[in-house]
């Protein structure tokens, strides 16, 4: 601990600084603290470093933003689930929810509570860009029905879905337990509810990345990447390399800093996959359009010439 004293400029910055912190914790969009980590880094870091950081948040904001524009667009004109993982859409959408409704358990802030809800309700629209979602008026409680969409039942791609699907549940329930267990043990919860939900979250941060696997296992026995949103996708890849560049920069424990490296490898594997597999041209692109058409004007043409020779 070092006392000394500073100058009148930069104890008006500090106080101003403070009083902008505490405007934030007021609307809850910042936690206590959160604001004595922003004065360490600005206090201990680098000049240099701490401008870096300020321009790759800037651009973890637009590749944020850039790869969510592309991933509504992608589902909003994609025309096939060829190739295409249905079940993970479903797990991503439950994921989503268990972290929503953890956050509204622990009475998070209005507006990380609306981020979450948002995030929701777009994973829950693409379940219905994904699958048939009909409501079933029979009994007494209405209920919803999904059913598979014809191109992805109709080919390989839900056999090889139900397969990682099925070996990623063997996988995802050993550790939801262990996880539990352990949980349960040494760390204290308001109730069961909370216990459950407090379980469940902890191991979709921590193993969120495993829910990528089925998508990969299609690709590899497809041989083709063609179907993928590579435009999101590379936004997303550009954001993991900003997350590691802040694993480095702002302290947290260990086991984030972990966990923010986790994608990496996913992502990587996807580019390996990329590099592998040639891009196949009668599979349906992002807008819904294939290759085939392409090679059919010289076949015509070919076939003219053909016949007009045997006129002559």
Request: aromatic fraction near 16%; include cysteine; charged fraction near 20%.
């Amino acid at each position: 601990l070092e006392v000394g004293p500073i100058s009148m400029t930069k104890w008006q910055l500090f106080l101003q600084i403070e009083q902008s912190f505490q405007v934030h914790r007021s609307y809850g969009s910042m936690l206590e603290g959160e604001a004595d980590e922003l004065k360490r880094v600005f206090l201990e870091g680098n000049p240099y470093l701490l401008g870096l950081t300020m321009v790759v948040s800037l651009l973890h904001s637009l590749f944020d933003f850039l790869a969510f524009k592309n991933d509504i667009q992608f589902w909003n004109k994609n025309k096939s689930m060829e190739g295409l993982s249905a079940k993970s859409v479903v797990l991503n959408f439950v994921c989503q929810l268990i972290v929503f409704l953890y956050l509204l358990d622990n009475e998070t802030s209005w507006m990380i509570l609306a981020s979450s809800g948002i995030g929701v309700c777009i994973e829950f629209w693409k379940i219905g860009k994904a699958m048939h979602i009909e409501i079933d008026r029979s009994g007494k409680i209405p209920m919803l029905r999904f059913r598979d969409r014809e191109s992805y039942a109709q080919n390989k791609t839900k056999e090889y879905d139900a397969i990682a699907m099925k070996y990623l549940t063997y996988v995802l329930f050993f550790l939801v337990i262990c996880f539990s267990i352990y949980s349960l043990k040494y760390e204290k919860h308001k109730s069961w509810y909370s216990w459950i939900l407090s379980s469940l979250t902890s191991c979709v941060y921590m193993f969120g990345f495993i829910m990528m696997c089925p998508q990969l296992f299609i690709n590899y026995k497809l041989k083709s990447v063609a179907h993928m949103p590579w435009r999101q996708m590379t936004y997303k890849f550009l954001n993991t390399i900003i997350d590691d560049l802040f694993a480095f920069v702002i302290k947290m424990p260990m086991l984030h800093r972990l966990s923010v490296f986790r994608d990496d490898v996913i992502f990587l594997i996807y580019l390996y996959q990329r590099w592998t597999y040639p891009v196949d041209k009668k599979r349906v692109n992002e807008f819904g359009f294939g290759g085939e058409d392409e090679p059919q004007a010289p076949q015509t043409l070919e076939g003219s010439n053909s016949a007009t020779a045997a006129q002559q």
